[in-house]
DNA sequence: CTGGGGACGGGGCCC
DNA sequence: TGGGCCCCGTCCCCA
């Protein structure tokens, strides 16, 4: 029944030469490029996500390496590449990437023809020696000098230039050589001739094979998308539904001073949706929208040489069926039930405007707000998909507002002081999102929390913000100290046994706010930083303000669904390697924590802290 | 319906 | 700067 095929394609995979030719099937690489390019252009199974400048690609790993060896020592830990802007623009990285997917140069966006020139310095940066050869050709042939020509030899087999990583990641990509050479990047021997016929399509996918596993982890439900970047995920399948991630602006480094709460976004435009989604490529204008997985789904850009009609339901439906699904999860469905549903929405925030009513935590008054918070993009984080989780609420009508409304408190922000951890602690200059009307700032949208006044712009909250000195800052926070933490979370710390015994060694850095002490003055300087109420680390994403960059940057992670840490046994996928040493424990099922007593064992210490809670609580 | 347990996401913070 | 740990919150399942 299936030997014959199957046979058929194995072969063709594995590019036997000595095959005759009745048993190949000329076609199949094609075919197999056609699907990846038109899985790229759905987000579906995008497992990386590529910024250059201020454009977002998603991609699949296993086609970047298997195209370059430099993107191959990328993606191997990196979900999030960050390209160098200097090397390569979004408008060539978008041809380059339509390039490795379909083996030919597409007409850019530009009016002019390819400048070959600058193709060619990104394809040398990029390793893709194909590429810079095409480029060498056309130039050669149009009688112009070409620069990039020390790369050479096509550049194969020069490992990436160190300083070229050390900028390419905001969740650092710096695996330099390691490629491995087991497995060799299938790459191309024989170039396309830019456009032309059929033999001259570039067969990169046969790689491909190599690596279908483990891809992107769980997938939406409704598109079938891996909860990468996001698709779009409405479940009313309004508007496209998987629509790409608009107009992110998440090249800029985290500024360190002062706080911008406002995303680095542009604001919310309907014609930049419409762009995207009717497969507009990125203008010089508009650069934000670079996502070539933004084309049209009716079948590539308006661009596109390839013909993918007809293919569509032959061949990608068969890949989004039953097969889109995650691999089968925990034990129980319901855990598989939970994975699916959640992930895609960890994915993206960007979906949410399609949302609907599930939106972020602040309540049913909130309903919609998405629209209203710049560039569409709701502040609503991960993972908490419907009930809008424990994050998610900050720069806007957050819970934690709320709560401050609701009992009266002027603590003037000064929340981190009770509960310790969480949303509690939320952004001291916040953002209001223009229609939220519970508090009448006006059209001042952005509010200084501490002195509770509103600036119609970031820009003069920043400057404002300024004027409020370090140590009034202190002073206000020693105020909250004294009347605020204590009780709970001392409670809570009487619970989780170990905490902390600084009795061990000398610390003599001690904080001149509270009573804690530090080994070092680094430590002490970063500790100090939670007493201020300024966040120096904003998201440029939901505008969150962090006092620390980590946080920010894991925040980030979850901003973009980054999950880089996958269970061997279940691929469940994780924000952090800790996370996943605790997923691990249900494999194992080592349950390290005990209760001391009624003997109970937990797997996660959290969990017996709230059993203990159990034991100790009046009941 | 409720309480307990299992599991997970997010932020704070120390190292 | 990232890892590790802690805490809070939440969802889901099950008895």
């Known amino acids: 029944m299936v ?29 197999l490029l056609l699907q990846l390019n038109q899985q790229r252009t759905k987000g579906f199974l995008c497992d990386v996500i590529i910024m250059v400048e201020n454009s977002i690609f998603r991609a699949h790993k296993n086609v970047l390496a298997a ?34 997917y379909t083996g030919k140069l597409l007409p850019s966006d530009q009016p002019a023809e390819p400048n070959f020139n600058t193709l060619l310095t990104a394809a040398s940066y990029l390793q893709l020696p194909e590429l810079a050869a ?107 539904g998987c629509e790409q991630e608009l107009g992110l602006d998440l090249s800029k480094k985290s500024p360190p ?168 602690s939320g952004a001291h200059y916040m953002y209001r999102p223009e229609g939220y009307d519970s508090v009448p700032y006006g059209d001042n949208l952005y509010v200084c929390i501490p002195c509770a006044k509103g600036f119609p712009s970031s820009e003069q909250l920043n400057a404002h913000v300024e004027t409020h000195t370090e140590e009034e800052l202190f002073i206000k926070e020693e105020g909250a100290y004294e009347t605020g933490s204590g009780g709970a979370e001392e409670e809570a710390e009487d619970l989780s046994a170990p905490s902390a015994s600084y009795a061990a060694e000398p610390r003599p850095f001690k904080c001149s706010v509270c009573e804690k002490t530090y080994k070092d003055p680094a430590t002490l300087r970063q500790h100090e930083k939670t007493h201020w109420l300024t966040r120096p680390f904003p998201c440029n994403i939901c505008g969150k303000m962090f006092t620390q960059r980590g946080t920010m940057t894991r925040h980030m992670r979850s901003h973009l669904g980054l999950k880089p840490f996958a269970c061997d046994e279940c691929g469940m996928r994780f924000t952090r390697q800790y996370r996943l040493t605790e997923h691990m424990r249900v494999h194992s099922g080592e349950k390290p924590y005990e209760c001391q007593l009624c003997g109970g064992k937990f797997t996660q210490q959290r969990n017996l802290i709230s059993h203990l809670r159990m034991h100790t609580s009046p009941s």
């Open 3 to 31: 030997s014959g095929p199957l046979a058929l394609r194995w072969c063709a995979w594995a590019g036997r030469g000595d095959m005759g030719p009745d048993m190949e099937l000329p076609s199949h690489s094609k075919q």
């Open 67 to 100: 195209s370059s060896i430099y993107f191959k020592s990328l993606v191997l830990h990196d979900n999030l590449i960050n390209l160098d802007t200097d090397m390569v623009s979004s408008t060539v990285f978008q041809q380059i990437l339509d390039f490795i």
């Open 134 to 240: 095409l480029c060498r050709r056309k130039l050669k042939r149009a009688g112009k000098p070409f620069g990039a020509g020390r790369v050479g030899a096509a550049g194969v087999g020069r490992p990436p230039r160190s300083q070229r990583l050390s900028t390419a990641s905001v969740i650092q990509a710096r695996y330099p050589g390691l490629v491995d050479g087991r497995k060799g990047s299938h790459i191309p021997q024989e170039l396309p001739q830019a456009k032309g016929s059929d033999e001259e399509e570039l067969f990169l996918a046969g790689s491909a094979q190599e690596g279908a596993h483990g891809l992107g982890g769980a997938v939406c439900p409704v598109s079938g998308e891996v909860g990468l970047g996001g698709c779009g995920g409405s479940t009313n399948g309004s508007s496209g």
């Open 257 to 424: 001073l002062p706080p911008t709460p406002g995303p680095h976004l542009t604001p919310d435009d309907p014609a930049q949706l419409s762009d995207s989604q009717h497969g507009s490529p990125p203008s010089a204008s508009a650069p934000p929208v670079a996502n070539s997985a933004s084309y049209s789904e009716l079948g590539g850009t308006p661009d596109e040489p390839m013909d993918l009609e007809g293919t569509e339901d032959n061949h990608l439906g068969l890949l989004e069926g039953p097969s889109g699904q995650p691999r089968k999860s925990l034990r129980h469905s319901a855990r598989k039930k939970e994975w699916s549903k959640k992930e895609p929405v960890a994915g993206s925030p960007f979906e949410r405007r399609e949302a609907g009513p599930k939106g972020p935590g602040p309540g049913e008054e909130s309903e919609g707000l998405g629209d209203r918070v710049p560039n569409g993009i709701l502040a609503s984080g991960v993972g908490g998909g419907s009930q809008g989780g424990p994050y998610g609420e900050p720069p806007y009508p957050c819970k934690e507002e709320e709560e401050n409304g609701k009992d009266g408190s002027d603590d003037s922000g000064q929340s981190g002081s009770e509960g310790g951890g969480g949303h509690a």
